[in-house]
């Protein structure tokens, strides 16, 4: 909270420092050795100044030299406060460290303490001997005494910033990162802007008696397949990193919130240049501002809600390949129970049960309502809707991760 950008600069050259990586700071990760990947994995969780870092086998599949430089950062970081805790079947990693824990075949703790006493307890010259009393002997649990026990250390709680501003920080972030990404980008005014020119081929210019139902219809269900689609790879593509900042703390709530605060006005704009292009080029009727207006607060309630509803399933689903086979599932129901293909009351009565659980039927009577042809309104259970799907977002969420 509160970190000035010349404070982030200073710490990213903090962590260079401290892992030797100074001379490769303008060399993409991709390009960097295997030795340096690891060490830039470290750096990148040092920018958060941590109090412990538990790594598994770090010094695996590295050359002894590029092992050893690893292990005196490492050393270093031990020295600087930080606790380091790390697996490793290299005997020569154990020189650098204060405690070492020896684990025996079948999960049995044999040792804990020194590496000097190690050496003692097991009868051996070298590290590397200790592995095999460990494999030739049948292991004696390990009795865990008093000075075996670290020294418990006061430390001072971080604290933790507030919801609101946890949401102001990500939504940030998620305006960075679709900034930043011409092609997601172009991928969400472009499919817009095909589906409106859909349109502007489909219907003819002032029929409206014919189409208007039907145009009705199609701008409700552009409303709801806009939202779904800018809502359902949102958070399949995030899910490693989601896991791991809830490890520290991230909040749920404030997480999709932000989603929705950075996606909600690209939905509005989508929507005003619908219209705009419809009724410009005679393809609804002569309207008045406020019945725009009107149209404009619908279709947005609608998307929103199919937003949510994309976020539900984005969360749902464990990749983003599901996430995409679920589109025609979600979008169908929208298709064939909204009351356009037909009407609510020539519907079997499961079918009337299922469209009163469909989002784009009340989406459709809402419109219907705006322009005067039918419909009672759906607006309030949009609303109801959107805050469903987010809730049950939030729920699976806090469950996968």
Request: proline content about 4%.
């Amino acid at each position: 909270r509160g970190t000035t950008r010349a404070e982030i600069e200073a710490a990213v050259s903090d962590a260079l420092h401290s892992l030797e990586l100074e001379h490769r700071a303008d060399v993409r990760v991709g390009s960097l050795s295997g030795g340096q990947r690891k060490r830039a994995s470290i750096a990148a969780e040092l920018l958060t100044r941590p109090r412990a870092l538990f790594l598994d086998e770090p010094t695996s599949g590295l050359d002894p030299a590029t092992a050893a430089a690893l292990m005196r950062t490492l050393r270093g970081l031990a020295e600087q406060g930080t606790t380091v805790i790390f697996t490793t079947h290299n005997s020569d990693d154990l020189a650098a460290t204060d405690r070492v824990a020896f684990m025996a075949p079948g999960g049995c703790v044999a040792f804990v303490g020194t590496l000097d006493d190690a050496l003692v307890r097991f009868g051996a010259r070298r590290n590397a001997d200790i592995y095999d009393r460990l494999v030739a002997g049948t292991c004696t649990p390990w009795r865990v005494e008093a000075d075996d026990r670290l020294s418990p250390v006061a430390v001072a709680r971080e604290r933790r910033i507030g919801p609101v501003q946890e949401w102001a920080v990500l939504s940030r972030r998620n305006f960075d990162v679709l900034s930043r990404n011409p092609l997601t980008l172009a991928i969400l005014a472009g499919s817009p802007a095909l589906v409106i020119a859909m349109f502007v081929v489909l219907f003819k210019p002032n029929a409206f008696g014919v189409n208007l139902d039907a145009t009705a219809y199609w701008m409700a269900f552009a409303a709801f397949f806009f939202g779904l689609t800018f809502g359902l790879l949102q958070i399949a593509t995030e899910m490693a990193i989601v896991r791991r900042e809830r490890l520290v703390g991230m909040r749920v709530g404030p997480y999709l919130a932000a989603k929705v605060t950075v996606l909600a006005p690209i939905l509005l704009g989508v929507i005003v240049a619908m219209l705009a292009t419809l009724g410009a080029l005679d393809r609804l009727p002569n309207l008045g501002l406020d019945t725009y207006w009107r149209l404009t607060v619908s279709l947005l309630a609608l998307a929103v809600a199919a937003l949510a509803l994309g976020l539900l399933a984005s969360a749902a689903v464990t990749d983003p390949t599901q996430a995409t086979l679920a589109l025609p599932m979600l979008c169908f129901p929208a298709v064939l129970f909204a009351g356009a293909v037909l009407p609510i009351r020539d519907m079997a009565a499961v079918g009337r049960g299922i469209s009163v659980f469909v989002p784009a039927r009340w989406g459709f009577e809402a419109v219907q309502h705006d322009l005067g042809i039918g419909g009672s309104g759906g607006r309030t259970i949009l609303v109801a809707f959107t805050l469903i799907f987010f809730a049950a977002a939030a729920r699976v969420l806090t469950a996968k991760t």
